[in-house]
């Protein structure tokens, strides 16, 4: 049976309610800061919470999923240049990460930290799940966990033992993903052939049953991500994105 | 010795002259596709690049770091929308992923990709090295690499068998990166209290003379990201979302 983590990743959501030692989450720290990142200079921070008023507190930013109150331990991984600020300010530099490509710099070295948090997690047989909503509600987080200018809540893992023992979700074949030394862009004809699979899995068949829709991508399109809900996201992110000095 | 790559990860830069098979190729990329993404959508492309002469042509877009012609592999990992906006076109379902909220989501998504495949890439011995210049000038990736409207180079890998042992780089002492619950700001003596080992670094501080300054802090900050750079870079990035329509 494979078991490597990197291959197996199932998101899980029913925790048992056994709190994580402090040497379990001390090395789950470690390898995140371990992880590559851009000129070293770690522009990222990480919030532990295990405080159940905490978590209340985070609930709603999440819609109320329930694992981020069930779970004994919440990430929010953050993107962080207000440390190298303070650096910079303390040491007589003049600091420009005040800008978008910071922003997306810091966000891909903050992504690295949380996925190396996630497998070394799993390596310790406890399971995960990726919270979604954190850049959808920015501005809720940063008000209950206290984030200052410079700070940004990128991603949620809520951590904890497995109370559940999900199937693996299904993907995309490779042919869809892979392109060979260039992009080769796709016909009409290549997009149906790589999502008919997908189209015909008996999950996916019951979803667009259950949302009376035609097909799965009107699914996505018109009940998971209408655009109305995605456009007013995506102008609250540009909002918290300039409150917090990043934009 | 510990040899988990989650613990281990040293950028390889120099390369030897061994290609990879495909075998070990479709473990990495099936390693990336496997990671956790949000709804399931994979609004990512892998272009695995093995010609010499596409390696040629994207070397100047890195500044013509020399791993991106010397390694066997070159891994631009990319945001996608494009393939699920088709997919949504032939579906006759109106899609609304042409804003910040979505690239940022699919960005995430993209760079857990990398990661993973970075991962499995040194679980099979391989090394890698992130070049870091991929969204400092996208525009030229994009044309190379032929990426059309909804396509954006997010992060590139360039893999191969390593002709170097490079030492662990230094990071941060964890006190600096983790917070317990919320975020507890640092004052001017945690500040430099935190960085006095990174500044004390042998290493570090042959940059600091190098360079004639007067701490390294102003190395990053005046040398490696001087201000006019950063913001000329973000200009660009901002510019090549919107042409990608992407923001």
């Given at each position: 049976?494979?078991?490597?983590?990197l291959?197996?990743?199932?998101?899980?959501?029913?925790?048992?309610?056994?709190?994580?030692?402090?040497?379990?989450?001390?090395?789950?720290?470690?390898?995140?800061?371990?992880?590559?990142?851009?000129?070293?200079?770690?522009?990222?921070?990480?919030?532990l919470?295990?405080?159940?008023?905490v978590?209340?507190?985070?609930?709603?930013?999440?819609?109320?999923?329930?694992?981020?109150?069930?779970?004994p331990?919440?990430?929010?991984?953050?993107?962080?240049v207000?440390?190298?600020?303070?650096?910079?300010?303390?040491?007589?530099?003049?600091?420009?990460?005040?800008?978008?490509?910071s922003?997306?710099?810091?966000?891909?070295?903050?992504?690295?930290?949380?996925?190396?948090?996630?497998?070394?997690?799993?390596?310790?047989?406890?399971?995960?799940?990726?919270?979604?909503?954190?850049?959808?509600?920015?501005?809720?987080?940063?008000d209950?966990?206290?984030?200052?200018?410079?700070?940004?809540?990128?991603?949620?893992?809520?951590?904890?033992?497995?109370?559940?023992?999900?199937?693996?979700?299904?993907?995309?074949?490779?042919?869809?993903?892979?392109?060979?030394?260039?992009?080769a862009?796709?016909?009409?004809?290549?997009?149906?052939?790589?999502?008919?699979?997908?189209?015909?899995n008996?999950?996916n068949?019951?979803?667009v049953e259950?949302?009376?829709?035609e097909?799965?991508?009107?699914?996505?399109?018109?009940i998971?991500?209408?655009?109305?809900?995605?456009?007013?996201?995506?102008?609250?992110?540009?909002?918290?994105?300039k409150?917090?000095?990043?934009?």
């Amino acid at each position: 049976m494979q078991t490597n983590p990197l291959y197996t990743h199932k998101s899980i959501r029913k925790y048992k309610q056994q709190p994580i030692d402090d040497e379990t989450i001390n090395k789950i720290v470690d390898a995140g800061i371990r992880g590559s990142n851009t000129g070293n200079m770690q522009l990222y921070s990480i919030v532990l919470t295990t405080s159940d008023d905490v978590k209340r507190e985070l609930a709603p930013a999440h819609f109320n999923q329930p694992m981020v109150t069930s779970a004994p331990l919440v990430a929010t991984v953050c993107v962080d240049v207000n440390r190298m600020s303070k650096w910079c300010k303390v040491s007589n530099a003049d600091l420009a990460f005040n800008n978008l490509e910071s922003f997306i710099t810091a966000s891909i070295d903050a992504t690295i930290v949380a996925q190396n948090m996630a497998l070394a997690a799993e390596e310790e047989g406890l399971g995960i799940c990726y919270i979604g909503t954190t850049t959808y509600n920015p501005d809720m987080i940063i008000d209950v966990l206290k984030l200052p200018k410079g700070v940004f809540p990128l991603v949620t893992l809520t951590i904890g033992y497995p109370d559940e023992t999900p199937a693996l979700t299904e993907r995309l074949p490779a042919a869809a993903i892979v392109h060979k030394d260039r992009y080769a862009d796709y016909s009409d004809s290549d997009i149906k052939a790589l999502h008919a699979e997908k189209e015909a899995n008996p999950l996916n068949k019951k979803f667009v049953e259950e949302n009376h829709k035609e097909n799965l991508a009107q699914v996505f399109a018109e009940i998971r991500y209408p655009r109305q809900t995605s456009e007013a996201f995506s102008e609250r992110l540009v909002e918290t994105l300039k409150k917090q000095g990043l934009m």
